[in-house]
Every structure is written in structure tokens, then in C-alpha cells.
């Protein structure tokens, strides 16, 4: 059983508890729409990159493109605007050489970035951290591969309709096929 002193308490508890939750209610909770708020400029650089990238690709970056942002960011305000950082970023999200040369070609960058919505406000966000010339750097992280084309071709005779998928009539012919005469 309870003795006196124990039911006290509990009624002073159970009287403060409503002011508690009045005084809760009137509190208000703080968002910062600023990621940078208490980042050095070279962690503002990074984390401006990782968002530009996941916001046009919906995709995180590799660890390895982590990395070399991170890298590149730290190094100073120029290296941005390297070639190289441009080919590493590629190279690190899995792009073939082929498509990292075409990705990565100097005097196209520029050009291709500014076509890019999500390009252009990457490199706006950092010129305002004095990051200028980050064209290559914004390209390589929010560019992202077109669909690709289906790989097969479905054949008619004589101009019908094409027959539904169930059917056994279907011919299916890999793109890559030649037909023989």
C-alpha cells in the first residue's frame, strides 16, 4: 500500500504533468533549410555535390565517389574544374571508358552542363561557396544514363496488326541479328 507521503507526490506529479504539456505544445521546432549551416566549405562543397547528384539521378553516389569528392573539394576551389575529377567521378558511378571520354570531353562540358537544369543549379551553388568553374564535377554527378532502347524487334507478315504475346505466331528477333535473304 501506498503511505501518505508516496500519494502526495503522485498527485504533484499528476498536477504538473498538464502544465508540461502545455509548455510543449508552445515550443517550435527549428529546421534549417540550409545543409551548410554548420559545415566548413569544403564539407558544404561535398554534401552540395551528393545533393545535386541524388536529386537528378534519385540515386546516392558510390562510396568511391564519396571519396573523391571529398578529395576534390578539400584539394582547393579550382580542382573542381579538372578533367580528372570529372573522369574519376565518372569512372567511380560505373560508366564505361567510352561513355566517361564522351562525358568528360573539355570543350563539350560547359556546353552540355548549362543544358542541364540540375547542372546548372549545382554549379550555381557552388560558385556562391566561390567554387567556380565546377562544370565537369556538377556534370559527372547528375548526369544519368538514357533508357535504353528495347532489345528486340517483334515481325509481321504483310503489315497485320502485331499478334498478342500469347499467341504462338510471335517472331522475336534480338536487334543485334542480322536476317539472312
Given at each position: 500500500?501506498?503511505?501518505?507521503?508516496?500519494?502526495?507526490?503522485?498527485?504533484?506529479?499528476v498536477g504538473l504533468f498538464?502544465?508540461?504539456?502545455?509548455?510543449?505544445?508552445?515550443?517550435?521546432?527549428?529546421?534549417s533549410d540550409d545543409i551548410?549551416?554548420?559545415?566548413?566549405?569544403?564539407?558544404?562543397?561535398?554534401?552540395?555535390?551528393?545533393?545535386?547528384?541524388?536529386?537528378?539521378?534519385?540515386?546516392?553516389?558510390?562510396?568511391?565517389?564519396?571519396?573523391?569528392?571529398?578529395?576534390?573539394?578539400?584539394?582547393?576551389?579550382?580542382?573542381?574544374?579538372?578533367?580528372?575529377?570529372?573522369?574519376?567521378?565518372?569512372?567511380?558511378?560505373?560508366?564505361?571508358?567510352k561513355e566517361v571520354k564522351?562525358?568528360?570531353?573539355?570543350?563539350?562540358?560547359?556546353?552540355?552542363?548549362?543544358?542541364?537544369?540540375?547542372?546548372?543549379?549545382?554549379?550555381?551553388?557552388?560558385?556562391?561557396?566561390?567554387?567556380?568553374?565546377?562544370?565537369?564535377?556538377?556534370?559527372?554527378?547528375?548526369?544519368?544514363?538514357?533508357?535504353?532502347?528495347?532489345?528486340?524487334?517483334?515481325?509481321?507478315?504483310?503489315?497485320?496488326?502485331?499478334?498478342?504475346?500469347?499467341?504462338?505466331?510471335?517472331?522475336?528477333?534480338?536487334?543485334?541479328?542480322?536476317?539472312?535473304?
Amino acid at each position: 500500500m501506498l503511505n501518505l507521503a508516496q500519494v502526495g507526490f503522485l498527485a504533484l506529479l499528476v498536477g504538473l504533468f498538464p502544465a508540461q504539456l502545455k509548455q510543449a505544445s508552445k515550443m517550435k521546432l527549428e529546421r534549417s533549410d540550409d545543409i551548410c549551416s554548420h559545415l566548413s566549405p569544403s564539407e558544404c562543397c561535398e554534401e552540395m555535390l551528393k545533393l545535386a547528384s541524388f536529386r537528378a539521378t534519385r540515386e546516392h553516389l558510390p562510396e568511391q565517389a564519396s571519396r573523391i569528392l571529398k578529395i576534390g573539394c578539400s584539394v582547393g576551389k579550382r580542382s573542381l574544374g579538372r578533367g580528372s575529377v570529372c573522369t574519376s567521378l565518372a569512372t567511380s558511378r560505373a560508366f564505361s571508358q567510352k561513355e566517361v571520354k564522351r562525358l568528360c570531353a573539355p570543350k563539350q562540358v560547359k556546353r552540355r552542363c548549362t543544358r542541364s537544369k540540375s547542372c546548372q543549379q549545382c554549379t550555381k551553388d557552388l560558385a556562391a561557396l566561390d567554387y567556380r568553374g565546377a562544370h565537369p564535377a556538377c556534370y559527372a554527378v547528375t548526369y544519368k544514363r538514357r533508357a535504353r532502347r528495347s532489345s528486340e524487334h517483334v515481325v509481321t507478315v504483310s503489315g497485320e496488326e502485331p499478334p498478342s504475346r500469347g499467341d504462338a505466331t510471335v517472331i522475336v528477333i534480338p536487334k543485334r541479328s542480322r536476317l539472312l535473304p
